[in-house]
């Protein structure tokens, strides 16, 4: 038996085909994300918008390329950016652009010097919805949802959808559902109950019928259409389940032991995340719905590999303007043997990687401070650098071990930041006083919606029982 999993990324798209007899990877097919078309005008006011039928045509090649290589697969889970949102006409087809993630026009004023999310946020703790999980932020499905319809950018009949449950409903032909994983990332959703917030959403002027049905984790959505088959190479009546967040998924496909397990992952931004039983969200940390009913604890920052990628840009910007290059040069590896050759603790020099802020406090900006004459270097820089981000994780780890759920005897890795820096990974085993394991399969979360698949078929029983799927490569430094 063979499950494609499909992952729908802010970079790429990629398909997974799962080997469930031996949990062999069979084949990865992955695309650029091309889809963007954020005007230079729009990106100087931080807009992120996306051609969502773009998207849909590169999913439908990497599925495509991936069944040419395995043949055929016996069910399919999709995942993907949990975050941003689309408009789904009555006719099933998307309106407009697909807002990203990374959209700030949540943080546009509103009127009298309140943002949108401001606003949310009052109306929401008024309720008392902040603490069942409903916390609004730039870019979620809610606070995109609300500014269209102070703007008038919504059409009767028409809802909002996540790209991965949207990407489901093309491919069975089917509206967009939901389950509580995805919708946990909207600021609309009770995650405590696992219900839509209806008062919040009546309060904020939306209509219920405008957001999508939750529906139970690995529910079977609907199967492939003629029409899907006939593009990608798919059977008709292949079963999809219900997508489910990037985020989980990748905890799925990269955790074996969901108990004793911390998780980092470091892709274009990232996260430290654990498995618990029941929702404790802080400040700081998310309750976001794991697919087996439980939770998973979440410190997600804006930093990342995009991190790293703005003093890459920056290393490139010099060259560029004052030696001729291109501006187009790899210089990662040289990043890294640079920093490398670097004490801990860059010699005082100290980064604090808060960029584009925290969700928390969007408007903060990052920080360098002992700069000197002797720590001013590119290496300096890079060293610094990878170590705040280490530093951020490492510090909602340590509120979530105050909390008494941190404790955990495993240190697992995913993303490529961590599969393509071994210095990330040595700094990040000494700050966590742990060895990382990563799993052997690359690309944690088209790997879980994958396995998703095969708990929805009724392959295995539940998702503890997957995860011996899951094997590891212990990377030393």
């Known amino acids: ?57 590169v999913a439908f090649g990497v599925i495509k390329n991936a069944v040419e290589v395995c043949g055929g697969v016996d069910g399919i889970g999709v995942t993907g950016q949990m975050h941003g949102m689309l408009v789904v006409g009555s006719d099933g087809v998307s309106v407009g652009s697909f807002v990203g993630w990374q959209d700030r026009r949540g943080m546009d004023v509103m009127g009298d010097e ?92 939306l209509s219920v019928d405008g957001v999508p049905e939750v529906c139970e984790s690995g529910k079977q959505a609907g199967s492939v259409t003629q029409a899907v088959a006939d593009v990608t190479g798919l059977k008709v009546g292949t079963p999809v389940c219900v997508a489910c967040g990037d985020n989980q998924a990748s905890f799925l496909g990269s955790v074996g032991d969901l108990a004793g397990s911390v998780l980092v992952n470091v892709g274009t931004g990232g996260q430290v995340s654990v498995h618990v039983g029941d929702a404790m969200p802080t400040d700081e940390l998310e309750a976001r719905p794991f697919v087996d009913g439980g939770f998973l604890l979440v410190g997600a920052g804006l930093v990342g590999g995009r991190s790293y990628a703005w003093l890459r840009d920056f290393l490139r910007e010099i060259g560029k303007t004052f030696f001729g290059g291109s501006g187009q040069e790899d210089l990662y590896e040289m990043m890294n043997r640079l920093a490398a050759d670097v004490a801990p603790g860059a010699d005082g020099l100290f980064c604090e990687p808060l960029f584009t802020g925290t969700r928390r406090e969007p408007d903060r900006r990052g920080v360098w401070t002992g700069v000197g004459t002797s720590n001013f270097s590119p290496g300096h820089m890079a060293r610094a650098l990878l170590e705040g981000l280490t530093e951020q994780f490492a510090q909602l780890y340590d509120e979530m071990d105050r909390m008494g759920v941190g404790g955990r005897t495993k240190l697992v890795g995913a993303g490529n930041g961590i599969r393509k820096n071994l210095l990330l990974r040595s700094i990040l085993e000494d700050r966590f006083g742990m060895v990382m394991e990563v799993p052997v399969h690359t690309e944690e979360a088209a790997f879980g919606a994958a396995l998703m698949g095969t708990v929805s078929n009724g392959v295995f029983e539940d998702v503890k029982d997957v995860g011996r799927m899951v094997r590891y490569q212990s990377i030393k430094s």
């Open 114 to 205: 309140e943002t949108y999310v401001g606003h949310m946020r009052r109306v929401s703790e008024g309720l008392g919805a902040f603490a069942r999980g409903c916390r609004p932020h730039p870019g979620y499905l809610g606070t995109t949802l609300f500014w269209l319809a102070q703007h008038g950018h919504l059409l009767d009949g028409a809802m909002a959808s996540f790209v991965p449950d949207y990407a489901v409903a093309r491919l069975t032909g089917t509206r967009p559902v939901t389950d509580a994983t995805n919708a946990a990332g909207s600021g609309l959703f009770d995650v405590v109950d696992r219900v839509g917030q209806a008062d919040l959403i009546d309060a904020l002027g």
């Open 1 to 57: 038996m063979q499950y494609l999993g499909l992952d729908i990324g802010t970079t790429t798209v990629t398909a997974v085909v799962v080997d469930v007899a031996t949990g062999a990877v069979v084949t990865v097919q992955s695309a650029a994300n091309d889809a963007e078309v954020t005007s230079v005008e729009d990106k100087q006011k931080g807009r992120s918008e996306w051609d969502a039928e773009r998207m849909m045509h």
